[in-house]
């Protein structure tokens, strides 16, 4: 004779299936299954889906870039000056005529967008090069793609423009920039924000070239269209192979740069990265992004199995530990 | 700097000015005079500065003569235009054509880069012409 | 206890000591809200991030997935040994997750803007808006697996019994959004190859954080089982301590298992992109004491007391498991990032504001933890609810 979890006899096990109080009696609850649809459900589409995330930008075509030829540039800071005019910025401690700030190598700051450096010049000790800092606005911008609350956009005129409204200080876009561009400006407690040069976004809506590029008397700067601009620089460098190094510095580096450079000492001694790899960076994280609506599709029911098949296994061992007890007891 | 007021002289049968003095920015620096004889004489061949046809030019004839009718004109009579004949506000959809403080300043620097501060500090742009109003 | 004696039963070296470090960094975080971040951080274009965020969500984070680890294992596995230890390692982990967000309100620099990614406006190309979403959710799911728990508390029976039937569906919820936002953070590295140095950059990135996250939260749960069994004896019934034992030894077996992995993958890395040369430099050295020092050397013991059935080993094992993991995630935040530029080494020490801080949320986090323990049925079934999850 069969007894059941409370030592009453039964007839046959059939009459009595459920041998636990609460607990469901077959694999997986009709309860649970939905409970883990609806969480999957509610789960997918509270995750944005990568629309074409593998399909390919073919950029702005007609946008504007700038072109700096640090052959040219004599280091007089007129650009340094205009710069802090045109963005109405407090003027700096030391005057833009003062050439002790030469000394120590500057980078842009809140307090600055664009700095200029000064270097050695192997060629010639007498000529120094210098070097104009500011966000170089990338084609495919880093910053950008890394802001969770997309407060970049790359314009269409080139310029690569933030939005502080949006902005809620993680900083992942200065991490990110593989030229360790944007400033924040942390020494304000209610309003920080990303300082960067923005191309004089404004100015240019209204029909003016950037400040800088008015600014500069050497031509150092030179702003137009992108794809004029490296036609240029092709013919300056093929028409002056002693004056130039062979390499436009922007045109390929982390999918292009809105900003060129070209130059007479090599781009490593003036400081510029020269292990970027040539495609944009937002690539690197696109295998990752367009894994994780994949994982929420495909977890639930590998887990829901996995789940379904242990009930399943702890249920047969249950039962077989029952019959063996069982039938001990009936041999008594 | 010591300016010698240089009188107009002959060169090749074409008047040259003596001295031009440079004052478009009078509102912010005094104006510059500008030994042209001296420089002429230095540069030895008037192509050397006045580039406009020389193969350093990467503008096609019209985009300079079609800016100024009458100095294409009067180039073909006078040979020779000032900086400003070609060079005037700068355009981002020409951007092989420098504007003229652009055109100056390339033009001079060419050899005046290393002569004092210039090049070396802001201090020399003041030394060399900019004396400050 | 009348208020008089529970006021006098406060007064204790740790809680002396807690109440100082507390009083001291009052100030620091007066200053970092009232005067802005500048005054208590050194970050700056190279190094806006600092060991703030590196402790606390970096190295926090792969830790606190004991409770989704747990759970997953006791729920979702139908490992019955993990069952006493369920509710601990659940509430290990939401309250490691609530930290590891008031660490970001601290360190934000906009922090009342924290929930904008959720509501506000989306950057869905970003990989650190996959984790803000993700942890978002996370935390919830937490919340409710642990409502039991609460529930029990205010003797509330109805809600208490729906609160249990919905725990699978949590459970595996839990596993898809941990496994997201644990690869996520490493994903976020992704985006830096030229300011990462080379031997910890890898496109393996997200699957490296997520395998040292799982034995990361495997050794978590060993300690705080430990911590537990020797500190609050009193709040834990007879199953939880009698299994504890086995709970830890399982555990141990788990995480040998995960660093095994790990330690394959971590060597897969290097063969991929050819990193072997690196490994002779002077950053190539620091790359060998974590790899060997902090993770072959724990797993070598975790599998040595395993099989000796040692449970001293075992959690010796996991604090030297644990501290290897807060190397890796400082070295990946810190040592290695931007490890060209000059003065490098000096760049990177904290602010002594910043140190203060963390000293501070640690403090607070012990207490807040030893608080719930003291009061909620975590380590102990309340008679009426036996049997029940």
Known sequence: MYKNKKGQPIESIEQNPSQESSRPSRGISRRSFLSVSMLTGCAALGVPLQAGALSEFKGWPKSY????????????????EACNKANGMPAPDKPFTDDSVFRESRWPSAAALTVVNRFENPKDKTKPTYRKVQCNHCLEPACASACPIHAYTKT?????????????????????????????????????????CTLCHVRVSKGQIPACADACPAGAITYGKREDLLKIARKRIEDNPDKYIEHIYGEREVGGTSWLYISGVPFEQLGFPSNLPKKPLLELTEGYLSAVPVIFTTFPAIFGLVYSAMKHHTKKAG???EHGHLKEDDNE | MMVLKAM???????EIPGTIVIDHIQKQYNPVTFDHTMHAGLAGNCGKCHHQHSEKTISVCKECHALNADAFKASAKEGFL?????????SPDAPGMPGLKVAFHKKCFECHVGIGELGSSPRGCAQTCHTKK | MSPSEYSRSLITPFNLIAASILATSLPIFIARYGKGLASVLDATNEYPWGLLLSWGIFAGEPLFAAGFV?????????????????????????????FAASYLLIDLGRPWRIYYPMLINFGPSSVLFIVAWHVALYVTVQLMEFSPAILEWLGSKRLHKWAVSVTVALIIGGVILSTVHQSALGAMYLITPGKL???????????????????????FAIILSFVAVR????????????NIPAVTLSLGKGAAVAMYIYFALKVIALAQDDRWGLLLTPFGYWYLVELLGFIAVPMALFSIAVKTENLTLVRFASLWAVFGIVLNRVNVNLIAFNWNMPEHFERIIPSSGEVIMILAMVTLHILVFRWILNRFPVTKELPEYKGSH
Request: aromatic share 16%; net charge negative; charged share 15%.
């Open chain 1, 319 to 321: 039962k077989e530990e």
């Open chain 1, 156 to 196: 269409p005129e080139g310029a690569v423009i933030y939005n502080e409204d949006l902005c809620f200080g993680c900083r992942y876009c200065v991490i990110a920039c593989p030229f360790n561009i944007p400033g924040y400006s942390y020494e304000s407690a209610l309003e920080p924000k990303i300082i960067k």
């Open chain 3, 197 to 219: 140095h080379p031997l910890w950059y890898s496109a393996h990135l997200p699957l490296l954080f997520f395998s040292s996250a799982v034995y990361a939260a495997m050794a």
């Open chain 2, 82 to 90: 000032p900086c400003s004949g070609c060079h005037s506000d700068y």
């Open chain 2, 8 to 14: 107009p002289v002959l060169v090749e049968g074409m």
């Open chain 1, 65 to 80: 870039g700038m072109l700096t030829d640090f052959t040219a540039c004599v280091g007089c800071r007129s650009c340094e």
């Open chain 3, 231 to 242: 500190y609050f004896r009193e709040r834990c019934d007879n199953e939880f301590i009698s």
């Open chain 3, 70 to 98: 747990v759970a997953a294992g006791y729920y979702l596995f139908g490992m019955k040994t993990y069952r006493p230890l369920v509710r601990l390692a659940v509430l290990g982990g939401m309250l490691g997750y609530a």
